[in-house]
């Protein structure tokens, strides 16, 4: 036995210090605040030309070449259609799930690399994408469906330029303000809900540079003097002006949301009472009985459109054009729709909605007139070139530096 | 008959005779002998290990086109400017800060329990203890901070229990002590187990003479357990300080709106900004940070006692 008199008491001695030191750690702990700066490097890109705007396409699909490789989102190839495409067409498909849209861009370059067939990008990518030349037009009479897709995506700008369609449009959805129905009795109308002091350490809003595009869509109707016109192409000053409305949003945040599932437990345990969210996550919460609801603000919504681009280097395209006419077919559409929480672009899918999950072409508002998708403005990428010909808008690396600056 | 029996007899020899040329070259030449049995682990090490490690900082002094994502091999400092503005410097002393609340929080903590462990509890009571220390670390680190998740958010478990016990609510999920918290679980084992280890190494006749020099309790504990205690302490520090700093799950998961770590500005700059380059130069951060650790670690004797 090792017991001694001595070592007891020397024992006592120190879980009493202990005791005493975490003591006055607790009183003091405090953290840090979070402080302002913002610079960034990011060139200038120069002259806006798609490379590949004036590559061939083709005039029919050809004998297929037995092999699909795709990027895309988790979520966009499931076996459900996935495996009667394998049967019919005979493309064993292979996926890349990337998880963000930059990791999209660097997987595609170089044309694709000669690997990959299509990718599965969202808005603020398509344009990267197009102007680095590493995706080429596609020939969209070659795709059936196409004709039956909401009039606001089939030649959307962010991948269609010119009148060359660079790839075909596939699912969308709105970035929505998410209320709790204990809060707010009627639907808020303003996003200035996620302004107001009232609601102070109760608010949460993604972990996102694009949602800086939300601050500006808002800025873009409440002062007008801004002279806002689109939330992607800001100049410094209205930059400026959407940067410091989230940094003084920031001490009323209590969390930025990374992942759709943090937002979820948030609102049930109801730590948060309002936040900007996905449908996806209104859907989730309802069904498990929460006392929640979605809704567009009188300013609108930024929200995402994702479409299949064709690789330039595409090895198999003949497969990859089987691929853009199976996914774009109402099933499949709807089985999309149905399994992500979002909204296809084909209209036809509606009724096929509601047989596999009942109400959800209303809760994904698939039916919606043409004037509920003009409150929508689709994410696109920030460059230095703004529509009006001028070079001086924020490009999106400086949109990145300035949200660790928000968020700190 | 003759010569079958005896053509093996001879290439056997001649084996023997060649290996034993061989081994005699080594063995006059201990620099060879020695680079031969080195070369291998040594060739790996400076490969996989140093290699990636300059390429890393080589790309830090590159940029990215801010437009096709590619990287572009010009020499800029640009990064290394942009770490040193006020952002990025909060963000590294919010990283630092905690990983230093956390090790000296674990040390605290670790001290009585090792003690406990090594000086006082049953040898039954001892394995005991070692396994329930060790236990959380079988569990997925995931599941163990989403466990924290549930006990701290709001309506959680500790809110719950404080209202049952008339102390009232709190609400400190998604915050920095909420952060603080759970690092200091986690990485608690860390420290126990050097703790406990150097604990175990001193003689029970250091404190007898201590006792008979006429020191009492708090004067044996200062003058001999601390000092002696010491090392074990440093080594366990270099786990939980280390861990801490390159944390980036445990910020997203339980930090609120001021959580960012430098592993989560650099997880944002890979992913969502693809910003190779100035990942490249935050993560030297960290590295050239635990240099100058280590370097006093070992000048605290962490590494002649471990």
Known sequence: MRRSGMWTRAGAILAAASALALAAGCSSSSSGTPSAGSSGGGGATSGLTAPEANAPVPSSVGKTEGKLNLIAWEGYAQPEWVKPYEAATGCQVSVKYAGSSSEMVSLMANGGGGQYDLVSASGDADLRLIYGGDVRPINIGLIPSWKNFHPFLQSPPFNTIGGKHFGVSYEFGPNVLLYSKTTFPTAPSSWSVLYDKKYAGQITVPDNPIQIADAALYLSKTKPSLGITDPYELTQSQFNAAVSLMKAEHPLVKKYWDLASQEISLFQSKTTVVGAAWPYQTNTLDAAGDKVADTIPSQGATGWADTWMLATKAPHPNCAYKWMQWVTTPKVQAQEADYFGETPANQLACPLMNKIQKGSCDAYHANAPESYFKTISFWKTPLAQCGNGKSDCIPFQQWVTAWTGITG | ?306
């Open chain 2, 1 to 306: 008959m003759a010569l079958t029996s005896i053509r093996p007899g001879r290439a056997a020899d001649g084996q023997a005779e060649g290996t034993a040329r061989v081994s005699a070259a080594l063995w006059r030449r201990a620099w060879l002998r020695a680079t031969l049995t080195l070369s291998p682990p040594l060739a790996w090490f400076l490969v996989i290990y140093l290699a990636s490690l300059v390429l890393m900082l080589i790309t830090a002094f590159w940029t990215v086109n801010p437009f096709t994502n590619t990287l572009e091999h010009t020499w800029t400092l640009a990064n290394f400017r942009q770490l040193l503005t006020a952002t990025y410097l909060s963000i590294i002393g919010r990283t630092v800060g905690m990983a230093a609340i956390v090790t000296v929080t674990d040390a605290i903590l670790a001290l009585p329990f090792a003690y406990y462990m090594a000086r006082i509890a049953s040898r039954r009571g001892r394995q005991l203890l070692f396994t329930a220390v060790l236990l959380p670390l079988w569990a997925s680190y995931i599941a163990r901070v989403y466990a924290w998740i549930v006990i701290l958010q709001k309506g959680g478990t500790l809110s719950w229990a404080l209202t049952k016990l008339g102390a009232g609510s709190v609400n400190i999920g998604y915050t920095n002590t909420a952060m603080w918290i759970v690092f200091s679980y986690i990485w608690l084992p860390f420290m126990i187990v050097p703790v406990y280890g150097a604990l175990e190494r001193i003689p029970d006749s250091f404190l007898e003479a201590s006792g008979d020099l006429g020191a009492r309790a708090w004067r044996t504990v200062r003058s001999v357990v601390l000092p002696l205690v010491l090392p074990g302490m440093v080594a366990g520090s270099i786990f939980t300080f280390s861990l801490t700093l390159g944390d980036f799950i445990t910020p997203l998961l339980v930090g609120g709106a001021n959580s960012n770590f430098i592993g989560n500005v650099i997880y944002s700059n890979l992913g969502t900004a693809g910003n190779l380059p100035f990942a490249a130069a935050l993560a030297i951060v960290p590295i050239v940070i635990m240099v100058f650790y280590l370097l006093g670690a070992r000048s605290l004797g962490a590494f002649e006692s471990v």
